[in-house]
T-cell receptor
């Protein structure tokens, strides 16, 4: 158990709908990362937040957005869902991004499996 | 754009045998991670390699990093069935201000047969 929690574990929805995925980082971790894992694209970085502010963006679609709240939990919002958005979405957290000595190691949550029908 | 290439992508080996998984990357980085993933599960951190020449060992697995060659290896010694999983290497890309992301290889699906 990495200490990162994600809810829900599974989500089944229809095309065109909107969903929210939730992540709570490990205690004391300030940075949260979102990744998408699909069969055709592999594991891809979506976005990073640090202490409430967006820090880095990856291949995140405009239909997707995220935020990190004052209590450091994060939410990933996916809207106008398409079949191709079906994937496993992971959240990871680290203590201090960019720190030396491994303090920036990312620990992954159990993931949310999204199925769009 | 950083590319991370793992090979092989599929590896079927017998128990007791040795093998090496390779991870090549295309740009400068001195931080590389190895993760294990069981089917439908999360990513479990195996090794954190933070400098050129770093070597770490845990049980039957040993990982090394050569930043000059932009190459990391994951060596499996005397494989056992419990090692069957998908192994990912990930390279840390650090930008200014401490922002960073991991770029993953496609993964190596290892099957250890009795």
């Amino acid at each position: 158990d990495s200490g990162v929690t994600q809810t829900p574990k599974h989500l089944i929805t229809a095309t065109g709908q909107r969903v929210t995925l939730r992540c709570s980082p490990r205690s004391g971790d300030l940075s949260v990362y979102w990744y998408q894992q699909s069969l055709d694209q592999g594991l891809q970085f979506l976005i990073q937040y640090y202490n409430g502010e967006e820090r880095a963006k990856g291949n995140i679609l405009e239909r997707f957005s995220a935020q990190q709240f004052p209590d450091l939990h994060s939410e990933l919002n996916l809207s106008s869902l398409e079949l191709g958005d079906s994937a496993l979405y992971f959240c990871a957290s680290s203590h201090i991004p960019g720190a030396s000595g491994g303090a920036d190691e990312q620990f992954f949550g159990p993931g949310t499996r999204l199925t769009v029908l | 754009e950083l590319k991370v290439e793992q090979n092989p992508l599929f590896l079927s080996m017998q128990e007791g045998k040795n093998y090496t998984i390779y991870c090549n990357y295309s740009t400068t980085s001195d931080r590389l991670y190895w993760y294990r993933q069981d089917p439908g599960k999360s990513l479990e951190s195996l090794f954190v390699l933070l400098s050129n020449g770093a070597v770490k060992q845990e049980g039957r697995l040993m990982a090394s990093l050569d930043t000059k060659a932009r190459l990391s290896t994951l060596h499996i010694t005397a494989a056992v069935h419990d090692l069957s999983a998908t192994y990912f290497c990930a390279v840390d890309i650090q930008a200014q201000g401490g922002s960073e992301k991991l770029v993953f290889g496609k993964g190596t699906k290892l099957t250890v047969n009795p």
